[in-house]
């Protein structure tokens, strides 16, 4: 069974601070999307990135696939209260039609 | 603003009560989904549907009965469902229809908040 873990569950933070959340698996994915989820909304695609080693940069975040193709990073450079929300990772599960979910960071960005 | 449209967004339902969920993307996705999630949970997969026809059924009760009657429809039929099922319910779309391909990245509309009393 592939996991995925994601650390911290939780994370609180003030703002301008910068932050690493980590998604760890023993398995390897073809590609990992990180998505964010504001309170009584859907989660929303950030990125999906595929090749290993791959960085990605979205404004403030910056999205790192491991070289195996493993585990995957978010790190957020001087937080904004904007950041705050459930960021979660997913990678897909070989050709099974499934995307198996981290189980979330909780992110909460002070005034 | 999300392309995958929930109605309606906040449900309260009796335990004896029949209602439904509906979804509605016009992007062309040929596979949709339905998650349910809890809250500061990930979403877990209940149905996929692929080119309107169920791939994946991840052993729902079948008090949830889904339904897809077109490939820009899904709607989801709640009968004598339990308080335990109090959630929010996802529905999302992906590009990839193909059975025995993975999901692809998932666009997901804003969620039904469902209450069972």
């Known amino acids: 069974t592939q996991l995925l873990e994601q650390s911290p569950q939780f994370l609180s933070i003030q703002e301008g601070e910068n932050l690493t959340v980590y998604c760890n698996s023993s398995?390897?994915?073809?590609?990992l999307q990180w998505y964010r989820q504001e309170p009584g909304e859907g989660p929303v695609l950030l990125v999906t990135?595929?090749?290993?080693?791959e960085v990605k940069k979205l404004k403030r975040l910056t999205f790192q696939f491991g070289d195996a193709r493993k585990d995957s990073s978010l790190h957020i450079t001087a937080a904004q209260t904007g950041d705050t929300g459930l960021y979660l990772c997913?990678?897909?599960?070989?050709?099974?039609?499934?995307?198996?979910f981290g189980q979330g960071t909780t992110l909460q960005v002070k005034p | 603003d999300t392309e995958v449209t929930q109605t309606p967004k906040h449900l309260v339902m009796g335990m004896t009560n029949k209602k439904s969920l509906k979804c509605e993307q016009h992007?062309?996705?040929?596979?949709m989904y339905w998650y349910k999630q809890k809250a500061k949970k990930p979403p877990e997969l209940m149905f996929v549907?692929?080119?309107?026809?169920?791939?994946i059924n991840e052993s729902v009760p079948s008090r949830f009965s889904p339904e897809c009657p077109n490939s820009s429809l899904l709607n989801l039929h709640l009968h004598a469902l339990q308080p335990e099922d109090s959630a929010l319910y996802l529905c999302?779309?992906?590009?990839?229809?193909?059975?025995?391909?993975?999901?692809?990245?998932?666009?997901f509309g804003e969620g039904s908040r469902l209450t069972v009393l």
């Open positions: 999302a779309s992906s590009k990839r229809g193909l059975a025995g391909l993975a999901a692809g990245e998932l666009f």
């Open positions: 398995s390897v994915f073809s590609s």
């Open positions: 990135v595929v090749t290993g080693g």
């Open positions: 997913a990678g897909e599960s070989g050709n099974t039609g499934k995307l198996i």
């Open positions: 992007m062309g996705h040929r596979a």
């Open positions: 549907y692929s080119y309107e026809k169920l791939s």
